[in-house]
């Protein structure tokens, strides 16, 4: 599993790849965790929460749970740190997640787009690419 | 295509003006006109920027042509410094049009102090500033909101902050649409996006925001100055915020909506984040409800900055020093405007309204001279003040460009110059600078931006607005 950001002249694009489609979405989370907490360690791992997230398929998936974290960093200043998934529906995945709490999210990331969003299989079973308006 | 094959579909068309016609792509409905000379025209050339406007020249209902200003560069959907007009009868509304950051502009105040009067307190009015404004993602302000309150917000705009006392009628008068546009409707403003605007009203936000103290350094135009109230050697400063949380919901919210109701339409697209719907559909006039009321708020959040600024001014230079607002004006945002008649969904996307003298929205005071049209360079780099051209109607829509542009991603200038280093050189200039994370100033280095003494000269030669001052930073704050 693994993420990697790749240069955009204005955003940011995160490239993720994993063996499976539940892994690709933990491997999101940790990418966004990246930008929010820009490696810092930011002490102690609260409890483990329950997040729902709804879509129709792969990519709006991806989308919609990316988006969540943006929610969840600035309306309770939170990061996920541990994260997996629990559950696979059609129209709903279910995560597990405990995180850190912000003090303010240290990167300014606005929204996860559908520009150029890709969700493939690729040598390691799933790739994906999302942009971020930062 | 490559970016580069792409450029070859270009026409050069005047010094100032490519043009790719609507037969280089079967979906393309009008030609993609990009304002440009041959420097800026390779700069384009080396990002995506030239597909994302061919590909917003697909929209349904695009009337002319769609355009790139001198700045732009790749964006998501549109492409930065991207205008687009789509007639209300049969086009659409596209929420990735407007950008998640709804009605982000710039304002500009103009100060009864020279900068010598300024002397040595300009380090503790920039600290005072930064200790007044809360910067940064996510923060929040002291002007906390109710449900109530800000439902008023959304419909009333700026009027709504002259009953609180931190507006007056001269600040209205001198916002674009008098700080509220009249289309406003809380209830499609999710809970989701109250609840991120309840607690950020005053709050400038991270990345490219800012409040800078700035001085008037040379006078281009005299008789537009004077309109203007601007003179040499004034102390001004400049505003550039938006909507923040609030209307990065809504754009969430309506990019979702619009993907899934578009099919519906019949409307296929090259990229997702176009979606849009008809304007006269229930999801079209739901979003535009939906965006005039965060526009409304960042308007409102432009003008309780002001008024802070002003309490600021007041607390470290004395009660004499007043500000008063020049204009202030949005970059992100889809208006209905009238054009030969017809009625079109004015998308302008990191563009500025640029309005001539002969426009009846142009304020009173400026009708001999042109809408103020305000093009920031990047921190240790100047700013410019332009009015706006009545020939700029027909040649984009009345529009200009919203800045210098970004030439390198946020990571590579960071790559090039860490934040210490940037600060350090701001510094020997002379520039104080305050600002909440190294890496945010790193991004933002005045490296990874055109040169806007070159983007505004393209601005001009192309006749979209007239250069009218220019501005030079003395302290910045960043978000």
Known sequence: MSYEFLDHTSEVTVRLRAGSFPDLVVEAGRAMAELMLDGEDRGSVGEWREIEVRGTERGAFLVEWMNELIYLAETEQWAPVDLEVTEVEPLQLRIRARGVSLEQPSASVKAAT????????GPEGVEAEVTLDV | ????????????????????????????????RFFADEALWEQIRSDRSIEQLMNVATLPGAS??????????????????????FRTSDGVISPGGVGYDINCGVRLLASTMSVEDL??????????????????????????????ELDRVFTEGCSFLVERGMANEDDLEHTEAGGCLPGADPKAVSQRARQRGSSQLGTMGSGNHFVEVQCVERILDEDSAHALGLEQGQIVVLIHTGSRGLGHQVCTDYVKEMDRVMPGFGITLPDRQLACAPFESEAGRTYFGAMCAAA???????????????????????????????????????????YEGESLCVHRKGATRAFGPNNLETPAAYRSVGQPVFI??????????????????????????????????RRRAAREKPGREVRDELGAQGIVVRCPSLKELAEEAPHAYKDVDHVVDVVERAGLARKVARLVPLGVVKG
């Open chain 1, 114 to 121: 559908l520009h150029g969003l890709l969700v493939r299989e």
């Open chain 2, 1 to 32: 295509m490559s970016p580069e094959s792409l450029g070859g579909l270009a026409h050069r068309i005047s010094d100032t003006i490519y043009e790719i016609p609507a037969s280089a792509r079967p979906d393309m409905r009008v030609p993609a």
């Open chain 2, 376 to 409: 920031p360079g990047s921190m240790g780099t100047a700013s410019y003040v332009l009015v706006g051209r009545d020939e700029a109607l027909e040649r984009s829509f009345g529009s200009a460009c919203h800045g210098a542009g970004r030439r390198m991603s």
């Open chain 2, 296 to 338: 409304n708020y960042a308007w409102c959040n432009r003008q309780v900055i002001t008024h802070v600024t002003r309490e600021a001014f007041s607390r470290i230079l004395g009660p004499a020093a007043a500000l008063r607002l020049v204009y202030d004006v949005a970059h992100n945002i889809a208006k209905v405007e009238e």
């Open chain 2, 64 to 85: 002319r042509a769609v355009y790139s200003m001198p700045d732009t560069h790749e964006g998501y959907g549109f492409p930065v410094g991207g205008v687009a007009a």
């Open chain 2, 119 to 148: 002397g040595p307190t300009l380090e503790p009015l920039v600290h005072e500033l930064s200790r007044a404004i809360p910067a940064g993602a996510g923060r929040s302000s002291r002007y906390g909101m109710n449900e109530a």
